[in-house]
Nanobody, 128 residues
């Protein structure tokens, strides 16, 4: 059973930064494409970023490109999301996700149904 646990969310002023972590337990996810989604109140879940199993390829939503950076440490079974220059519209619950792509370099998985594994989410609130 794969479990994903996010941490690092909180309240920050516009222009500030936060770093989210996603710790995975239950099995190694070194062969998985991992990613992040977010969901704001009253809105559908939105793709944020995907990262390949090696960390060598990433794909960002246009809304966060240049401000957010994802990385992973397969030895620690952990994925990170560094969020800089935060805006009030970044306010949402952020979810870590995983898909076993068996070491494929494909990362263009942008629909929620593309991912079998989800964390419980962590709240990020950006005040203006």
């Amino acid at each position: 059973q794969v479990q994903l646990v996010e941490s690092g969310g909180g309240l920050v002023q516009a222009g500030g930064s936060l770093r989210l972590s996603c710790a995975v337990s239950g099995r190694t996810v070194s062969s998985y494409t991992m990613g992040w989604f977010r969901q704001a109140p009253g809105k559908e879940r939105e793709f944020v970023v995907a990262i390949s199993w090696s960390g060598g390829r990433t794909y960002y939503a246009d809304s966060v490109k240049g401000r957010f950076t994802t990385s992973r440490d397969n030895a620690k079974n952990t994925v990170y999301l560094q969020m800089n220059s935060l805006k009030p519209e970044d306010t949402a619950v952020y979810y870590c996700v995983g898909r076993d792509t068996r070491y494929s370099a494909d990362i263009y998985y942008t629909h929620p149904d593309d991912y079998a594994y989800w964390g419980q989410g962590t709240q990020v609130t950006v005040s203006s």
